[in-house]
């Protein structure tokens, strides 16, 4: 028995199927995780090994030219870079897509192993980081306060602030950058240690043996059984102070500066010319992105804004996915119904019967709701890309239930039953409708089952969302047309339809003319596609990967000639803020955040309109650049995304070679002379500015 059949002679066991699949699917609608992305590992692995306070060179040789060789013997690597600073190594790894990112974890921390013995001793522990959807935060803030180094009030935000915001459901994590928990210095005086010979090797050993907490063991006493520890934490500065060093009584505080404060930062952030802190919260993953943000917002809103030991200090939200999520949503669904409306119209237009409009028109939201029901099944998520496929798939739901109903109501006209046409209707055209949805499904599959690439891995939530929602079309084309239209449609003979009749005729008229002047119509063809494709050929047309994106923010990147600390980066920083703090309006600006460290910084604007074209972003940078104050050492240029689309051009020169010296020198000849070029703006060029260093030759005389 096949579905048209089961559908027409059994319509109460067909009909119960349907509405289980409608309850289902709708409860299924409800529970569907809405996410940004769907999940997925990266290919990519970052290990970071920390070597502080030494020479890049030293550390290139001893290090990075080490690791790169082993790391060069794994398979699967499409590419392997390195950068060494005065502080460790760090080296990315990009490998072929649809790997499991576990079992490259696993090889990677094995070759790690086996080249570890080979490193410098001293080393810090090494890191290996992998990426996946659900590491990026859900809510990225700052946090400032006018005229407080917030960086000094760890315990205060970490009571008014972390801790609420870690009770929330669905809250993974929250981290604070930019302020640290105060930690015990501990600074040894020259003078004195040398005065009373102490062996600073051994004291060191000493603070850390006394300083942990051990686990001892077990004792047992009239029966009972305890466990015995050894507690070595200090409770007070002046405890660890009266801490006894050596056999003659000498006191650390003797010969020993002791501190309790925040650690220095190596950076700093501004937030409108304010000190600020960074703020990321991370959910669990299983868990409801925009449910989660939502929460994180009403805490934010009622408990934190409103706490009176916050009052001055001002939280901006950086990153809202759940806004993105909402705003991307709202968009495809919108979309998603006026393409239902227009599809229902054009039924209309060409059925010119209610019933017959109705019946098909139920056949999109039934495929839309049992496609989310098995997607929630599958362990999917609701997030762009799925709802992309959704919006894609609902002009296409109606074409298999348009064939069926064709069939039934052509054989209604002989046929007075309404069973029987129903039947024999379906039956006539289902190898048709089948046949037709599976060309279609083999049209996703490489999508689907194909070599993993970086689109195409992205590509498979629209390609698998479409092929589910077809699938569901054809069981509603298959049980659900032939039902209604075995009890609702009406059989009566059709009137004249004077726009179809209209057509027709005049497509008869251009068929036949088509057929005997075939010359000249291989002709026009020709001519069609050449004028088709000459806009992208003559360049008439923008292209880049992600095209149409969304102009709210400019980004403006210093580079220093020099080696700069950090209090240099900042006056440079608070040069630049002022300059565009004068011109907020002009420059439609609504918020300036910084961020700066040695030998780097960047300026984030965040403009107060989001409708600017590619032509007005260029001119606002135009205009920018044009009033940019003159700071000695420091060249200040607008660094974008090679492949964020818009209008301007983006690429990069590389070059490759054994020394690294000669490499920067060429590089930075290469950047002198691009920008001496037409056209060449913002032309970045080469860091080649080192750490400052106090360098002791031994006399080996």
């Not at 296409?396 to 046409?421: P, T």
């Amino acid at each position: 028995m096949n579905l048209p059949t089961l559908a027409v002679r059994r319509p109460i066991t067909t009909a119960m199927i349907l509405v289980s699949v409608l309850l289902v699917g709708t409860i299924a609608f409800y529970r569907l995780p809405l996410a940004f992305l769907p999940t997925v590992d990266a290919p990519f692995m970052f290990v970071q090994i920390p070597y502080p306070n030494s020479h890049p060179v030293q550390i290139e040789k001893e290090i990075t030219k080490p690791v790169e060789e082993i790391l060069s013997t794994l398979s699967g690597v499409k590419s392997l870079n390195s950068e060494t600073s005065a502080d460790g190594a760090n080296f990315f790894m990009e490998f072929t897509w649809g790997q499991e990112i576990d079992v490259i974890r696993m090889k990677v921390s094995e070759k790690m192993d086996q080249v570890e013995p080979t490193l410098p001793p001293d080393i810090g522990p090494i890191l290996i980081f992998s990426f996946n959807t659900n590491d990026i935060p859900v809510v990225q803030g700052r946090i400032a306060a006018e005229g407080v180094d917030l960086s000094q009030n760890y315990e205060l935000l970490e009571a008014r602030i972390l801790n609420p915001l870690r009770r929330v459901n669905g809250v993974a994590r929250v981290d604070l950058n930019g302020v640290e928990p105060r930690e015990l210095f501990v600074d040894l005086i020259l003078d004195k240690i040398k005065e009373h010979s102490v062996d600073v090797g051994g004291l060191a050993q000493l603070l850390q043996s006394v300083s942990s907490n051990l686990v001892l063991g077990r004792a047992e006493s009239g029966g009972l059984r305890y466990t015995v520890r050894s507690l070595g934490a200090f409770d007070s500065i002046e405890s660890l102070s009266d801490l006894v060093i050596d056999e003659r009584g000498l006191r650390l505080g003797e010969v020993a500066e002791i501190t309790y404060e925040e650690p220095p930062l190596t950076f700093g952030r501004h937030l409108d010319g304010k000190y600020a802190v960074a703020l990321d919260v991370y959910k669990e993953s299983t868990a409801n992105t925009v449910d989660v943000v939502r929460e994180v917002t009403r805490v934010v809103n009622e408990d934190i804004n409103n706490d009176p030991l916050l009052k001055g200090i001002q939280l901006w939200v950086w990153e809202d996915q759940a806004e993105e999520i909402t705003s991307g949503i709202d968009g495809l669904k919108k979309a998603g119904l006026t393409g239902a409306l227009l599809a229902t119209l054009s039924l209309y237009f060409f059925l010119r019967r209610t019933d017959s409009t109705l019946i098909v028109a139920m056949s999109i939201p039934f495929s839309i709701i049992a496609t989310c029901g098995v997607m929630y099944f599958k362990g999917s998520t609701l997030n762009i890309l799925s709802m992309m496929g959704l919006m894609l798939a609902v002009g296409m739901l109606v074409d298999n239930a348009i064939v069926v109903l064709e069939s039934i109501d052509r054989k209604m006209r002989g046929e007075r039953n309404r069973k029987k046409a129903a039947l024999e209707g379906a039956s006539q055209v289902l190898m048709a409708v089948t046949a037709s949805t599976i060309t279609t499904l083999i049209v996703f599959l490489p999508l689907v089952l194909g070599a993993g690439t970086a689109l195409t891995t992205w590509l498979k939530e629209v390609g698998l969302t479409i092929s589910i929602a077809l699938a569901c079309s054809l069981f509603s084309s298959l049980t659900l047309i032939p039902l209604m239209s075995a009890h609702l449609l009406k059989v009566r003979e059709n009137g004249r339809n004077r726009p179809i009749e209209w057509l027709e005729e005049r497509y008869v008229r251009l068929l036949g003319w088509t057929l005997e002047h075939r010359i000249k119509t291989f002709g026009l063809l020709v001519v069609g596609v050449v004028i088709g494709f000459l806009p992208f050929f003559a360049g008439w047309v923008d292209s880049a990967i992600f095209s149409g994106t969304v102009n709210s923010r400019l980004y403006l990147e210093y580079q220093f000639d020099d080696f700069s600390y950090k209090s240099k980066s900042e006056r440079a920083v608070n040069q630049i803020e002022a300059y565009l703090e004068a011109n907020t309006e002009e420059f439609m600006v609504d918020t300036i955040y910084s961020y700066y460290t040695e030998n780097a910084a960047g300026t984030t604007i965040t403009l107060t309109r989001e409708d600017l074209s590619d032509d007005q972003m260029k001119e606002l940078r135009t205009v920018i650049r044009e009033g940019l104050p003159e700071i000695p050492g420091v060249r200040i240029i607008f660094d974008e995304e090679a492949d964020e689309g818009g209008s301007s051009t983006y690429f990069a020169v590389k070059l490759f070679g054994q020394d690294t010296t000669t490499l920067y020198h060429l590089a930075d000849e290469a950047a002198r002379r691009l920008e001496t070029m037409d056209g060449m703006e913002d032309v970045s060029r080469p860091r080649s500015t080192g750490r400052r260093e106090i360098q002791v030759s031994l006399d080996r005389a």
